[in-house]
């Protein structure tokens, strides 16, 4: 090295340098870079699913009454109760009391499914929504087949109604439940 001029230590050295610092950067800057980048990536990641199972924490307490207002409802529906004609009248008349609609007439026959009824009821308006709306809250089982207006009393404010029900209930059904209760 001694034979080397001042000049040309110089530009070794600025070339020893830029070896350097050019391996520097590819070697370990850029690699360590890159990581960096995928450690960051994987931290938002990391937020993103801590911020939804956060998220599905705090339904918890909403989702467990859902659950008790579902299994409650479902327990109501498979809840299988025999209705005789009889009980089904009492619970149309006490409608039509509590709703102040008059049961002009009514008439009850019976099917191998269930029960068939015609009512020809008079009302005001309000009243009778109001009755129709308690015979569908009652037993999904009741259903409203025909329901005619066939006369308007405009002075009073009175409406007359024709109104077929039947209430299903198939004969297996009440076998089945007398068979499984005895």
Same mark, same amino acid.
């Given at each position: 090295?001694?034979?080397?001029?001042?000049?040309?230590?110089?530009?070794?050295?600025?070339?020893?340098?830029t070896?350097?610092?050019?391996?520097?950067?590819?070697?370990?800057?850029?690699?360590?870079?890159?990581?960096?980048?995928?450690?960051?990536?994987?931290?938002?990641?990391?937020?993103?699913?801590?911020?939804?199972?956060?998220?599905?924490?705090?339904?918890?307490?909403?989702?467990?009454?859902?659950?008790? @207002? %579902?299994?409650?409802?479902?327990?109501?529906?498979?809840?299988?109760?025999? $209705?005789?004609?009889? /009980?089904? &009248?009492? *619970?149309?008349?006490?409608?039509?009391?509590?709703?102040?609609?008059?049961?002009?007439s009514?008439?009850?026959?019976?099917?191998?499914?269930?029960?068939?009824?015609?009512?020809?009821i008079?009302?005001?308006?309000? @009243? %009778?929504?109001?009755?129709?709306?308690?015979?569908?809250?009652?037993?999904? $089982?009741?259903?409203? /087949?025909? &329901?005619? *207006?066939?006369?308007?009393?405009?002075?009073?404010?009175?409406?007359?109604?024709?109104?077929?029900?039947?209430?299903?209930?198939?004969?297996?059904?009440?076998?089945?439940?007398?068979?499984?209760a005895?």
């Open positions: 090295m001694s034979n080397l001029s001042k000049r040309e230590k110089i530009l070794l050295f600025i070339l020893f340098v070896v350097v610092m050019a391996a520097y950067y590819y070697l370990l800057y850029q690699p360590i870079k890159a990581h960096q980048q995928d450690l960051e990536n994987q931290i938002t990641n990391i937020q993103s699913e801590y911020t939804a199972v956060l998220n599905k924490v705090n339904q918890i307490n909403s989702l467990e009454k859902e659950l008790v @207002e %579902l299994k409650k409802e479902r327990e109501e529906r498979l809840e299988t109760v025999v $209705r005789d004609a009889e /009980e089904i &009248l009492a *619970a149309v008349d006490y409608f039509a009391r509590e709703s102040n609609v008059d049961i002009r009514y008439q009850k026959r019976n099917t191998d499914n269930g029960y068939p009824f015609t009512f020809e008079q009302g005001g308006y309000f @009243e %009778l929504l109001s009755f129709l709306q308690m015979l569908d809250n009652w037993d999904y $089982r009741l259903v409203v /087949e025909n &329901l005619t *207006a066939s006369n308007v009393q405009q002075q009073e404010n009175l409406i007359s109604l024709n109104l077929n029900l039947f209430y299903h209930q198939s004969d297996e059904l009440r076998e089945f439940i007398e068979n499984s005895g």
